[in-house]
T-cell receptor, first 117, second 113 residues
Framework: DGGITQSPKYLFRKEGQNVTLSCEQN?????MYWYRQDPGQGLRLIYYSQIVNDFQKGDIAEGYSVSREKKESFPLTVTSAQKNPTAFYLC????????????????FGQGTRLTVV | AQSVSQHNHHVILSEAASLELGCNYS??????LFWYVQYPGQHLQLLLK??????LVKGIKGFEAEFIKSKFSFNLRKPSVQWSDTAEYFCAVNPYGNNRLAFGKGNQVVVIP
């Protein structure tokens, strides 16, 4: 089946440790995104990537890092510098759009709930 | 960077009442517009989208939205809600050619039977 897979669904880490969240898609999408969802805050953009080997900071990139070595994969590392890492993290992908294909509808994974203790 | 505003974070209404959720964005260029819904315990799913053409778009489950370019708005409406419409609704804006997809803070809608 085509879609986006985030793993794991639940993740627990000790304070001070880096942790990497996985996101894989088989939709052949160029663009991929990472969001953080907190109650009352909506989805806040952490990082996004429009193409392999390129990515841009979103609104809350501090304390996070990403890589985009393959089109299908966009892992997110939550570093020890992130002051409040406990949250629900969502990955998404979309077509890049443009030309005769303007559809940039984003498809979402099921999310990873990270708890730092 | 563009921003997306959704007001009245919590909305409570009775079944059969009409629903309208406001969405305003700040971006001067061409945009793609979306409304997503998140039912309790479920992942985000698309309600409707606008790219071009008729500014009144219809989505799933009887929802519709109207793009008013002069007001930078994309308000969501449903004439008669059901208990099953209880969910959180998010407006999203993607500037054309930019892919910096931004979301509003969401509207938590509770429909009382």
């Amino acid at each position: 089946d085509g879609g986006i897979t985030q793993s794991p669904k639940y993740l627990f880490r000790k304070e001070g440790q880096n942790v990497t969240l996985s996101c894989e898609q088989n939709l052949n999408h160029d663009a991929m995104y990472w969001y953080r969802q907190d109650p009352g805050q909506g989805l806040r953009l952490i990082y996004y990537s429009q193409i392999v080997n390129d990515f841009q900071k979103g609104d809350i990139a501090e304390g996070y890092s990403v890589s985009r070595e393959k089109k299908e994969s966009f892992p997110l590392t939550v570093t020890s510098a992130q002051k409040n890492p406990t949250a629900f993290y969502l990955c998404a992908s979309s077509s890049k759009g443009g030309g005769n294909h303007p559809n940039t509808e984003a498809f979402f994974g099921q999310g990873t709930r990270l708890t730092v203790v | 960077a563009q921003s997306v505003s959704q007001h009245n974070h919590h909305v409570i209404l009775s079944e059969a009442a009409s629903l309208e959720l406001g969405c305003n964005y700040s971006y001067g260029g061409t945009v793609n517009l979306f409304w997503y819904v998140q039912y309790p315990g479920q992942h985000l799913q698309l309600l409707l989208k606008y790219f071009s053409g008729d500014p009144l778009v219809k989505g799933i489950k009887g929802f519709e939205a109207e793009f008013i370019k002069s007001k930078f708005s994309f308000n969501l409406r449903k004439p008669s809600v059901q208990w099953s419409d209880t969910a959180e609704y998010f407006c999203a804006v993607n500037p054309y050619g930019n892919n910096r997809l931004a979301f509003g803070k969401g509207n938590q809608v509770v429909v009382i039977p």
